[in-house]
């Protein structure tokens, strides 16, 4: 008598029996279907939200550098978080930033009121659209509560495979 089973242990077989030989074959059907548990859709905020074009670095969290929405998620997130350090992984001395970027990249050692108005700018701010690439150069803009509600777009720029804040 030959056996296959498939799935987790079951009470519903079907046996089947053709020229003598015995098969009995476990159906992969749950005893109460009512107990199947499914998780009710959770909305997040678009800055929390990862999309095909980033990527995750070996601890499972963004790369702030795998597309230009990450360099702009990575400033939101960091203007609600008060959490400044991913900010240096957008600056690349090889590309010339202008001032906005530049300040952006040294949030973390200035004064507390730079740091309270970025993240009053940027804690507020939710990306609008897709990014705009052209030659190695992209386009993300923003809008924010901040300032009686603005809009700004954010310029980033690939090296090395990688994308950095260019400025704003």
Same mark, same amino acid.
């Given at each position: 008598?030959?056996?296959?089973?498939?799935?987790?242990?079951?009470?519903?077989?079907?046996?089947?029996?053709?020229?003598?030989?015995?098969?009995?074959?476990?159906?992969?059907?749950?005893?109460?279907?009512?107990?199947?548990?499914?998780?009710?859709?959770?909305?997040?905020?678009?800055?929390?939200?990862?999309?095909?074009?980033?990527?995750?670095?070996?601890?499972?969290?963004?790369?702030?550098?795998?597309?230009?929405?990450?360099?702009?998620?990575?400033?939101?997130?960091?203007?609600?978080?008060?959490?400044?350090?991913?900010?240096?992984?957008?600056?690349?001395?090889?590309?010339?930033?202008?001032? +906005?970027?530049? =300040?952006? %990249? &040294?949030?973390?050692? @200035?004064? !507390?009121? +730079?740091?309270? =108005?970025? %993240? &009053?700018?940027?804690? @507020?701010? !939710?990306?609008?659209?897709?990014?705009?690439?052209?030659?190695?150069?992209?386009?993300?803009?923003?809008?924010?509560?901040?300032?009686?509600?603005?809009?700004?777009?954010?310029?980033?720029?690939?090296?090395?495979?990688?994308?950095?804040?260019?400025?704003?």
């Amino acid at each position: 008598m030959v056996l296959a089973s498939c799935g987790g242990k079951n009470d519903n077989k079907k046996t089947d029996v053709n020229d003598s030989v015995k098969t009995e074959i476990t159906l992969g059907v749950p005893k109460n279907p009512d107990s199947i548990k499914t998780e009710e859709p959770k909305i997040v905020d678009s800055s929390d939200v990862i999309t095909n074009t980033e990527v995750l670095n070996e601890k499972g969290q963004l790369d702030p550098n795998s597309s230009p929405t990450a360099v702009v998620q990575t400033m939101i997130k960091a203007g609600k978080t008060r959490n400044f350090g991913q900010l240096l992984k957008l600056c690349n001395e090889a590309i010339d930033m202008d001032g +906005d970027a530049k =300040d952006v %990249c &040294e949030i973390a050692s @200035s004064k !507390k009121s +730079d740091q309270d =108005d970025f %993240c &009053e700018y940027f804690g @507020s701010a !939710k990306i609008s659209g897709k990014p705009r690439i052209k030659n190695g150069v992209a386009e993300v803009d923003i809008s924010t509560t901040a300032e009686g509600g603005s809009k700004e777009t954010i310029v980033c720029q690939v090296k090395y495979d990688k994308w950095y804040l260019k400025g704003f």
